[in-house]
């Protein structure tokens, strides 16, 4: 390593201060805060061609614009090699009705944190639930409005143990209370299989599949249910551990979005394993599953198609009475 890299490399630093960029019905055009560094530049502009595709996307099937739900992202950067910690928030657009979501965000160079990895989750979704926090003041903001830059700015959020050294799998403890039926009854309904066991042994084959073709040429974007009224980040964390039997995941640019309706049980983490793209905001919106190059764990279903695909036995091991909690489901080792 070269003195210039070693210098470089030195600078590196997180930044806690919050930014944000989007709209509100209190205020004719976009709420920004100082564009002041690349990374923030770049993120503001993968939303705003983001939400472009959307929009294309949209009229071309004659809809309106729904609103967004309620998400949670860490997304790597690939220009400035940054990775943002960020929400979106919908909260209608701006007074004059044209719609655009609210984003609040932070960031991290991505050099110093890896991964992200199962054990080094638990830092990542503090932030990211600080940032969701955010959510009942602009509600207070909106009912009562000022100077958006009096309420929010000058605000920080704890970046500590987001780094290439801290790791934590506490995680693992509240994984082994949640007990797999309650888990599976919760995310039932936005399942397209409804059957447990025949689901397990679904999900088992996908796992499979995915543990064979891994290679650096495979860029896959998948989603995977979440219980939205569970522990959020002991299901992510857990999803990355049953995808760390089946990926290299230190090796990829992967980016994640958590999205919902919190106040419903139905919800999904997306995980792309690649560069992120401005047509990936559509990961963000409504009828995300609709998408082509999507593989989502909520809408494999059993069948003559998926039989022939899997050729799996009907092994009873994987019946949901095998696997109790959590935890077991998550760190069952594929084939």
């Known amino acids: 390593m070269g003195w210039t890299e070693i210098f470089k490399k030195a600078k590196l630093k997180a930044d806690p201060r919050i930014r944000w960029f989007g709209k509100l019905p209190t205020y004719p055009d976009y709420y920004s805060s100082p564009a002041d560094e690349d990374w923030v530049i770049e993120f503001n502009d993968f939303v705003l061609k983001g939400f472009e595709v959307l929009q294309r996307r949209m009229s071309g099937a004659q809809k309106s614009l729904p609103r967004l739900p309620v998400s949670a992202c860490t997304i790597r950067l690939p220009k400035s090699?940054?990775?943002?910690?960020?929400?979106?928030?919908?909260?209608?657009?701006?007074?004059?009705?044209?719609?655009?979501p609210m984003c609040f965000y932070v960031g991290v160079p991505t050099s110093l944190w890896p991964g992200p990895d199962s054990d080094r989750l638990v830092s990542a979704a503090r932030a990211l639930r600080d940032l969701l926090s955010l959510r009942r003041e602009v509600a207070s903001f909106i009912n009562s409005p000022g100077r958006f830059e009096t309420v929010f700015s000058d605000r920080q959020v704890d970046l500590s143990g987001i780094d290439d050294e801290s790791v934590d799998d506490s995680w693992t403890q509240t994984a082994?209370?949640?007990?797999?039926?309650?888990?599976?009854?919760?995310?039932?309904?936005?399942?397209?299989?409804?059957?447990?066991?025949?689901?397990?042994?679904?999900?088992?084959?996908?796992?499979?599949?995915?543990a064979t073709i891994d290679d650096k040429s495979f860029e896959p974007t998948m989603r995977f249910p979440l219980a939205m009224r569970?522990?959020?980040?002991?299901?992510?964390?857990?999803?990355?551990?049953?995808?760390?039997?089946?990926?290299?995941?230190?090796?990829?640019?992967?980016?994640?979005?958590v999205s919902g309706d919190f106040d419903d049980s139905d919800g999904g983490l997306t995980v792309v394993a690649r560069e992120i793209v401005p047509e990936d905001f559509l990961l963000f919106a409504p009828g995300v599953a609709t998408l082509p190059y999507l593989d989502d764990l909520s809408a494999v279903a059993d069948g003559e198609e998926a039989e022939a695909a899997s050729g799996a036995p009907d092994d009873s091991s994987l019946r949901?009475?095998?696997?109790?909690?959590?935890?077991?489901?998550?760190e069952e080792a594929p084939c």
Request: hydrophobic share 45%.
């Open 230 to 257: 569970m522990p959020l980040d002991v299901q992510i964390a857990g999803w990355l551990r049953w995808l760390e039997s089946r990926m290299d995941l230190r090796r990829r640019m992967l980016s994640m979005i």
């Open 176 to 210: 082994s209370s949640i007990v797999f039926a309650d888990w599976f009854d919760s995310v039932r309904d936005g399942l397209k299989e409804k059957d447990s066991d025949t689901w397990l042994r679904l999900v088992r084959c996908w796992g499979d599949n995915l």
């Open 320 to 330: 949901r009475g095998q696997i109790e909690t959590w935890i077991a489901f998550v």
């Open 81 to 100: 090699e940054m990775t943002v910690f960020g929400t979106f928030l919908d909260f209608g657009g701006d007074m004059r009705g044209r719609p655009f």
